[in-house]
C-alpha cells in the first residue's frame, strides 16, 4: 500500500512540476523576439531537411534538427504556414519539450538525493529557463533568411 502512495505522490509531483514549467516555458517562448546563435544554427540544419532529407541525415547529429523539422510539419498541417516564425516556434517548441521530459528523470535523481518530500525543489529552478539572450550571442530571427 505504501509503495502505491509513493508511485501516486511522485507523479503528482511530476505533473505539478510539467505543468509549472510548461507554464513558464510556454510565456518564454511567446515573449522571445531573439533566439540564441546555435538556434540558428539548428534551424538551418530542420531547413535543410525540407530540402534534401537524405543530406541532412548525413550531419554530425541529426536527431534534433529532425524533432524541429517534424514539429515543423506537424504546425504546417495545423495551417499554421511556413514563415521564419513559424520554424522558430517549431524549434522553441521542441527546445521546450525536452526541458519538460528531462524533469522526470532529474525528479527521481532529486529523490534519491534528499528524499521524496524535497525532490519537487530540485530541478525546479532551472525548469523553464530558456537562452538568457541579455548574455548570450544572439542573432534576430529574420537574420536566418539574410545570411548571404
Known sequence: MGNSS??????????????????????LVATAVLIAEDGVRYVEEARSFSVDPAQGVKGEAFGYPFLIFAAHKIAVLFGAGSSIRVWIYSAQGVALLCRVLTLIPLYFIGRILVGGRFAVFVPGGRAGKMVDVRRSGIYVGAGLYNQG
Open 6 to 27: 509513493a508511485r501516486k505522490s511522485d507523479i503528482v509531483n511530476i505533473v505539478i512540476l510539467a505543468a509549472l514549467a510548461s507554464c513558464i516555458g510556454a510565456y
